[in-house]
C-alpha cells in the first residue's frame, strides 16, 4: 500500500486537558502548551486526514511527563498504542515505529496531578524515510518504548536519519539482562566509536552519559548476558540534545557567524565560570560569569558590557586583559576587568536589598583622549548554559522606560543615568549586536515578539581624557517586588556591604603565610552563606538549588569551625524536625523544608550517620545541653533505623549480609547499590549516638549503640577482606557489588567519619597508592578528562597516613582546580580542557569549599581523643610572611587561639585554649632538633613533639 503524505502542520488541529495546544504544533519554538497543575494531562492532535507515519518527537519545556503514552487512531473509534515512555527526563524525546496510518494521536500523561503541569514546546511527525530507524529487521519496536530482546553478541543499530546530538541512553532490562555492554555512536554507519561500556551489570535500569558530541548512528551491543539466551530490554531511551530546532540553537548559529569576543561564549561552545552573588541566607542568588556578565535571578537573560573604542566594538573574551577579583580577597563583591585599545573596564557587582548592583567603569589608561561609548546588552541567554540545564531565556518583550528596562513585563534593570542610544531588536539571523557593530543606534523604545529571541543595547557614550572615567550603575531585582534604586551612591553601598559582610563572618579563624590559602579558605564561608537558605545549606546556586544533608552536614562542620556555631546549629535542629516517625533521615529537602521526592530521594542511607555525626560534632565543641536535649530523640530514631536498614540484607550472599541496603548515595553511582561508603557513615552513627547518649545520661541507648557499633565494625572489616579477595585487589573496594575501588570515597573512613580502625590495614596502603597515581594523571599537562574536587576528601587520608608530599601534590592540583582563580570557588566538575563544553554540575560549590575548608583545619588542628594534634601537614609557604594564626577556632578543648612564627634559629608557637586542657600536645615541624614546651625539654620523635598542655613552645631546628 502506497504511503499516505503527512499534511502540513497549518491543517492539523489540537485540543487538550486545558491550556492552548495550538502552541504545540505551531511549528515554533519560542512558547510551550502548558497544562494545568493538578490534572491528568493529556494532548490530541488531528492531522486533517489519514497520513502514514513512521516516527515523532517532542521536544519539551520547563517541566516533562516522566510516564506517559502516545496513542493513535484512524478514525477517532479505534485507539492503539503506538509509543511512549516510562522514564521521561524532559528535553527531547525520539520515537520510532514501524510506518502506520493514522490521523489522530493523544499524548496521555500517566503521572500523578502536581504543583507543575507537562510542557511541550513541538511534536513534529514523520513520514517513512524521513523518521529515526534501526539496521536490525524487527527491532523498530526499540525505539517506541516497547520490550525487545537482543542475542548475546547482537546489536541494535539506530539511524537518526542525519548528523543529531546524542548524550547518552537509559536501559531497563527484563527478567533477562545484560550483564556485558556498550555504546558505540558513528558519523558514517561503518566506523564506530565506544562511547561507554558497561561490565558489571545486575539488571534493572542502567545509565550512560557521555561527552558533547554528534552523531547519526547509535549502536547498543549485548556483549555478555545472565542468560545463555540473551537479555531482554524493556525500555531503549535516547537522549539527544533539543538545541537543533529550539531557540538556543538559532542563537548559537548566529554567534558563530559574527565575532566571536562579541557573544557569549558559551553559545560558541565554550565553558564559561561564574560565582554567585548574594544576601547572607537569603536564598537568592545573582550569577556573574568571568567576563562580568550578570544573570539577576534564576532563568533570567544576562546583561553584558561591551565597549566601542577606535570605530570597533569590542568585548571582554577578546581582552588584552582580563581579571577577576573577589573584595578583601574573599567576599562575595566580585569584580571583573578588562582592557581594550587603551580603555579599562571595570564591573564590580555584590547582592544588597533583594537586588543586584553593578557598576561599569571605563577608564581612558592611555596618553591620549578617547570617545566611545559603553553598551549595555541584555540577551536572551541564562549565564548557566544549555548543557548545564540553563541557555535560553525567553524575552518577549523589552521596553526602556526613562532610566527602567522592562523585560518580560517587569523591571528587569535600573540604570543610574539614562542612556544616549537604545537599540531593540527581533532575532534576524543574527541580534541586536549584529545592528549596533559599526554605530550606536536607536530605534523604537519598545518590541514585542513570540519568538523569545529579543535583545535590546542601552549605549551610554564617554569622553574621556587620559586618567579620566566614567562610570554607569545597574540596579536589578533579583526576586519579585523589589523596585530596583540605581541612583544609590555606589562606594558607599560596597563599603557598607563589605562591612556587613565581614562582622556576619566574623574574623578569619585561619591565617597562613601563602596568602592564597588564606584567602580561599574565608572565600568558602563567604560562599556557603551565599548558596544558603534562612535555615538551611545549598551546595549551589543553580543546578542543585536543594537541600542534602550529605552537603549541609560538611557545610555546618566548617561553619562550626569558622566561629558561625549558631548557623551550624540552628540547620541540624531545622533537619531534626524532618527525621521520619520511623527514624529514616530524609537525604533531600527542598529549599522551603519539604520532602524532595526526585531523583535519589529516600534511598540515600548515608543520611543516617551524617545526621548524627554533625549533631555529635556540633556537641563536642560547644558542651550545649539545651542543643542535646533537643536533637537527641532524633538522633536516637535515626540511628535505631540502621537496623531497618541491615535487616533487609539478611537474604544476601555472605560479604553483603549485614551491610546497610542498596542506597544511590554515592556520587558515582547511577543504580542502589551496596556502597561501602554508607557502611562508614552508619558505624560513625553508632559510635557518635553511644556518645551523646552516655553524655544526656541515657546508658540503655549508649549500651545498644556501642554493641551494634562492635558487631558491624567486625562485619565491615571481614566484608571488605571478602570483597576484595573475590575481586582478586589488594585494595579496598569501593563497594561491595560492583567491583570497583574508590580511594575517595574510602577517605571518609579517615573523616569525617573517624572509623578507619575497621579498614583491613594490609589492604590500604595500595588504595591510596591508587590516590597517588590519579594525581599525577589529573594533574598532567595533556590531561583532556575529567575530576571532581571532591578529591580533596583524599587530603583527610593522606594526611593521616603520612602521606605530606602526595598530599601537598593533591592540594596544590585542587587549587589549580579554581575557576576562575581569583573568585577561589569550584565547579563539581572541573575538565583537563578548560574550556570543553561539559557538565561542571554547579558553582560555586560550596559542599567541595566545605571540604576544602575542613581538610585544611585538619592539617592544622585535629582532635585526637584527649589529645591535640597540631600540623600534621603543613606546606612549607605556609610559614612565610606572619606564619600561623589560628583565631579563636572552636575546638573539642574550647576556643584555639595560636600563632606560630619561624625565628632565626627555628620556630616559636604561642597557644591558648579557652575550654578543658588536652592530656597532651603533639606537633610537627619538620628538622626539629631540639623543643621547649613552657621552658621543660620536650620530647621529640624524628620531627614531633609531645607534651602536656603548653602555651608556648620554641623548636630549634
Known sequence: MDARPLP?????????????????????????WTAEANEHAWLEIDLGETATLAGLEIYWGGHAMQSYRVAASSDAATWFPLCGLRHGEGGLDLFGFAPTDIRLLRVISDDPPGARGPAIVQINLFAPGAAASTREPGLIRALSGAPFRL????????????????????????????????????????????????????????????????????????????SAAGATVTEFKLRLQNKDRMPIGDLERAARRARPELYPQTLLGRQVYWTALGECGRGDQALIDEYGAVEPRPGAPQIAALLRCAGALRGAPGAERLTQTLDAGSLPIASVVWRAQGLECGVTAFADAGQVFCEYRVSNMGAAAQSGGLALAVRPVQINPYWQHGGHAAIMSIALKGRQLWVNGAIYAEFSHAPDYCAI??????????????????????????????????????????????????AAPMRDGVRPDA???????????????????????????????ADTLDAQIAHILVNATPFAFKPGPRNYDRVWIRDGSSQALALLWAGLVEDAKRYVLWYARRIYPNGLAPPILDG??????????????DAQGEFVCIAAEIFRVTRDRAFLEAVFEPVARATKFLDELTARTRGEAPRRRGLLAPSLSHEGYSKPSFSYWDDYFALAAWRNCAFLAREIGAADVAEQAETRARAFADLLTRSIRATAAAMGVSEIPGSADRNDVDPTATAIAFAPCRVADALPPELIAATFDRAARRIATISAPDFTGNFSPYELRNLNALVALDRREDAFRLLNTMMGARRPPGWRGWAEVAWGEMRAPDYIGDMPHSWIGAEFFTAIRRMLAYEDGDALSLFRAVPDAWW?????????????????????????????????????????????????????A?????EIDQDTMTAPCWRDLVIEA
Open 592 to 605: 522551603d523544608g519539604a520532602v524532595n521526592h526526585g531523583y535519589g530521594g529516600d534511598i540515600e542511607f
Open 8 to 32: 502540513p502542520k497549518r491543517l492539523w488541529r489540537a485540543t487538550a486537558s486545558s491550556g492552548d495546544p495550538r502552541l504545540a504544533i505551531d511549528g515554533a519554538y519560542g512558547a510551550a
Open 151 to 226: 542475542a548475546t553478541g547482537a546489536s541494535l543499530t539506530v539511524d537518526f536519519g542525519y548528523s543529531r546530538a546524542p548524550l547518552g541512553a537509559l536501559i531497563e532490562w527484563g527478567e533477562d539482562f545484560g550483564t556485558v555492554f556498550s555504546v558505540a555512536l558513528s558519523d558514517d554507519g561503518a566506523a564506530f566509536r565506544e562511547v561507554g561500556r558497561i561490565t558489571t551489570g545486575d539488571g534493572g535500569l542502567d545509565s550512560f552519559w557521555w561527552r558533547s558530541t554528534t552523531s547519526r548512528y547509535l549502536r547498543l551491543t549485548l556483549h555478555e548476558a545472565r
Open 880 to 932: 612565610n610572611g606572619e606564619g600561623i594564626a589560628l583565631n579563636g577556632a572552636p575546638t573539642a578543648f574550647g576556643l584555639l587561639t595560636l600563632r606560630a612564627r619561624r625565628t632565626e634559629t627555628g620556630a616559636r608557637v604561642e597557644l591558648d585554649l579557652s575550654g578543658p586542657a588536652p592530656e597532651r600536645v603533639v606537633l610537627r615541624y619538620p628538622g626539629a632538633k631540639r623543643a621547649w
Open 425 to 474: 531588536a527581533e532575532f534576524d539571523g543574527g541580534d541586536v549586536v549584529w545592528l549596533i557593530e559599526n554605530l550606536p543606534l536607536q530605534t523604537p523604545y519598545a518590541l514585542e515578539s513570540a519568538s523569545g529571541l529579543l535583545s535590546a543595547a542601552c549605549e551610554f557614550s564617554f569622553a574621556l581624557a587620559p586618567g579620566e572615567h566614567v562610570s554607569v550603575t545597574v
Open 487 to 517: 541612583q544609590i551612591p555606589f562606594e558607599d553601598a560596597r563599603k557598607n556591604v563589605r562591612k556587613a559582610w565581614r562582622d556576619r563572618m566574623g574574623p578569619r579563624r585561619i591565617e597562613v603565610g601563602d596568602p592564597e590559602i
Open 934 to 938: 613552657d621552658g621543660r625539654v620536650c
